[in-house]
């Protein structure tokens, strides 16, 4: 509703080709107050990208946004969507069903909410498989839900279907939503805090399963999660959101060590990881992020910021590219300084890890998903 | 810090604690045969994941509900026995911050209202020094003067549970449990928090019981640990000793599973099948996950009991301790 200047354009992306979701100078707003501030990105085939903010950050309304499920006072004020080369802002509700199940999927936190108490777990497969092949026999939804279920872990899947939700634990029934997700095939998952509800070791099983369907079915995964653990792991790139905005960009291995905006480097700094010290106070972020109705001008992170200065207050950083490669750029006036500045613990990391696993040792593989499809790295 | 002087008593001795719902038909204990002791000024950290009896455990400590065996003694007084009036008194020396920063705050009261609640109960002061200590404490946990006024429905989650910290704090308890205070908060925020609960416990003499998932927390917050598995605890050392060298082999797997930014290419663990509700009748309830016992008979068919292993101290139930390394 708002009109914005259009934001200075970002480096135009050079091959678009690859590219199964594009997103572009993208602005939400709720009633007229920007929550999403020119999101720019694209996800290539069997990339997983995780977008990594904390509460407020804006990565949940982006998520929603991406799916085109905001709530009724919201929308995108401007800027674009593209799946698949088609621009979906303002399509009806009626045009998005047809994309989404089909093109680009969905995967929420809360697996209990997300499912029909009272309904079958194999009719709710069905249900979604009617929704984009009406024609779809009998014989084909049991086939197709039996490959699902298997393709997401669930041991037994021909007598797992007559089951009910509660008759699933917490870490299957968020594999279920996955295998709901993917049963039509679709070309991108965005999956908003999917195993933040689980165990650890529950939530390894769900990322072995995701990371199977990008290495097996070529998906590509939108990952939205606070934990930088998990993006570290599971992802090729991040995006770190602050205040709406994507203040960082990087490739995932590198954003520990390589960490070039202030509030990537806090957020990391304040974790306590193992080697830390307990002598030692946590690093963390005095304040709190701004209200979006309320932003200081300049940079949005400028007045919680120990790299601040003067400038910093006034002018808003551009996107500033950080290392050799062109795939890491942080919007901060400092951003070198602050690539070349390690997150504490780092160096406790490069410590030997233990002795390598004896001879004998019957632990079986994990699962087959060593190998990565060529075109995920880069 | 950790217990040097052996002589010190222990605030808290469980001993033999079992604990089942559903006493009778049907009855499991979620809780079986459960020991250990935590000194004055330590913090000891019970982790595992869901299912494991560590929220039980904490209830059973904080006196909510019966227990079917055992014994619970805090600073000398059997908790578990007393009742009415005395269970009142004693109940200000141990205080709890629970997971759930939504249904434990009343939601009618205001910021301090809530913390000066539990002053008031207990005869702390008086009203206006409960509500300066209401404020000293809120503004410690970076709840600065102009949240004392508002509900528990204006605040994040993150903003409840430090409120639901400070009521916490305000009798001020010799021991506290806290169940995943930090679960719910942001990152920054957890660091923060984490920060005040140490701070608090150096000022104040407190000795922690840290319900945990989080292992990078527990690792650098505690200085003992509790691994516990469905009901059991199968290995428990110092924190330094546990997680540099873990021997049973689900905390090896519990340990591999845990995200860490720093080691994007490390291979994770994964267990086998679902996880379990109930441990098995007969053998080691890690068993039929287990990527070291699973097809050897002795894990199905005896019960492994804790036994002493690498270090001083550390000890784990497990017929195979050591065998498993995670690779990382």
Redesign the interface.
């Known amino acids: 509703m708002s009109t914005l200047t259009p934001p200075a354009a970002l480096p135009a992306p050079t091959d678009t080709t690859d590219s199964v979701l594009e997103v572009e100078n993208l602005h939400v707003a709720y009633g007229s107050t920007q929550v999403v501030r020119d999101v720019s990105f694209r996800v290539r085939r069997a990339e997983k990208v995780g977008i990594v903010g904390?509460?407020?950050s804006g990565k949940s309304t982006l998520a929603l946004a991406i799916v085109g499920l905001l709530a009724s006072n919201g929308s995108v004020s401007s800027g674009a969507v593209r799946v698949l080369g088609r621009d979906t802002v303002g399509l009806s509700d009626r045009e998005f069903d047809r994309i989404r199940g089909r093109d680009l999927s969905l995967v929420f936190q809360d697996p209990l909410t997300s499912l029909d108490p009272v309904k079958t777990i194999g009719h709710q497969i069905a249900e979604v498989l009617k929704e984009h092949t009406p024609k779809i026999s009998r014989a084909r939804i049991r086939e197709r839900s039996i490959e699902l279920l298997n393709s997401v872990g669930v041991?037994d899947p021909a007598s797992r279907l007559n089951q009910y939700p509660h008759e699933y634990?917490?870490?299957?029934r968020q594999r279920v939503l996955i295998a709901i997700a993917i049963a039509n095939d679709p070309a991108v998952l965005i999956a908003d805090e999917p195993t933040t509800a689980l165990?650890?070791?529950?939530?390894?099983?769900v990322?072995?399963v995701l990371d199977s369907l990008v290495d097996r079915l070529g998906i590509s995964v939108v990952l939205i999660t606070?934990?930088?653990?998990?993006?570290?792991?599971?992802c090729d790139r991040v995006l770190v959101m602050y205040a709406g905005r994507v203040v960082e960009s990087s490739p995932?291995?590198s954003?520990?060590?390589h960490a070039s905006h202030p509030y990537s480097l806090?957020?990391?700094d304040?974790?306590?990881?193992?080697g830390?010290s307990?002598s030692e106070?946590?690093?963390?972020?005095p304040g709190a992020p701004p209200a979006m109705t309320d932003l200081p001008t300049g940079c949005s992170f400028s007045p919680r910021c120990t790299w601040a200065v003067d400038a910093c207050s006034v002018v808003a950083p551009p996107k500033i590219m950080v290392g050799a490669a062109d795939d890491h750029w942080s919007e901060c006036h400092r951003a070198e300084e602050v690539a070349a500045a390690a997150p504490v613990?780092?160096a406790a990391?490069a410590a030997p890890?233990?002795?390598?696993?004896?001879a004998g040792?019957?632990?079986?593989p994990?699962?087959p998903t060593d190998d990565r499809t060529p075109d995920a790295s880069h | 810090m950790p217990p040097t002087d052996t002589l010190t008593a222990p605030l808290l001795r469980v001993s033999g604690l079992s604990k089942s719902y559903n006493r009778g038909r049907g009855g499991y204990a979620v809780l079986d045969d459960i020991s250990f002791d935590l000194f004055p000024g330590e913090t000891l950290g019970v982790v595992g994941?869901?299912g494991c009896g560590k929220s039980t455990l904490a209830r059973a400590i904080m006196r909510i509900g019966d227990i079917d065996r055992g014994s619970i003694t805090l600073d000398g007084t059997d908790v578990s026995k007393v009742r009415g009036k005395a269970l009142r008194e004693l109940r200000k020396t141990f205080q709890m911050v629970f997971q759930d920063p939504f249904g434990s705050l009343d939601p009618r009261m205001t910021v301090a209202q809530l913390v000066e609640q539990p002053m008031a109960v207990h005869g702390i002061s008086d009203a206006a020094g409960r509500r300066s200590l209401a404020r000293s404490i809120l503004s410690s946990l970076g709840l600065e003067e102009r949240f004392l006024e508002r509900t528990p429905g204006s605040l994040?989650?993150?903003q409840r549970q430090r409120v639901a910290i400070a009521r916490a704090l305000a009798p001020s308890p010799q021991l506290v449990v806290l169940d995943e205070p930090i679960s719910a908060l942001?990152?920054?925020?957890?660091?923060?928090v984490?920060?005040l609960l140490?701070?608090e416990q150096r000022r104040l003499g407190l000795t922690y019981l840290f319900i945990v998932?989080d292992?990078?927390?527990a690792?650098?917050?505690c200085d003992r640990i509790l691994v516990l598995y469905l009901g059991r605890i199968v290995e428990s050392g110092t924190s330094e000793e546990l997680?540099r060298?873990p021997q049973h082999p689900y905390t090896v797997?519990?340990f591999?599973?845990?995200?860490?930014?720093?080691?994007?290419?490390?291979?994770?663990?994964?267990?086998?099948?679902?996880?379990q509700?109930k441990r098995p009748a007969t053998g080691c309830p890690f068993a039929s996950r287990c990527?070291?016992g699973f097809?050897r008979e002795i894990c199905h068919t005896s019960t492994p009991p804790l036994a002493p292993t690498a270090g001083d101290g550390h000890v784990a139930a497990c017929h195979f301790a050591g065998?498993?390394?995670?690779?990382?």
Do not use: C
């Open positions: 904390e509460s407020g041991s634990s917490g870490g299957m165990d650890v070791t529950t939530q390894a099983q990322l072995e606070h934990d930088l653990g998990v993006v570290s792991e599971f995932a291995a954003l520990f060590a806090a957020l990391l304040s974790l306590p990881l193992p830390r307990r106070p946590l690093a963390w972020i613990a780092e990391s890890p233990e002795s390598p696993a004896p040792d019957p632990a079986p994990a699962t | 994941e869901s994040s989650g993150g942001d990152v920054s925020v957890q660091a923060q984490l920060n140490a701070d998932h292992l990078a927390a690792e650098y917050f997680f060298n797997s519990l591999s599973a845990a995200p860490d930014p720093r080691r994007g290419d490390r291979k994770r663990i994964v267990l086998r099948g679902e996880p509700s990527p070291v097809d065998e498993l390394k995670d690779t990382r």
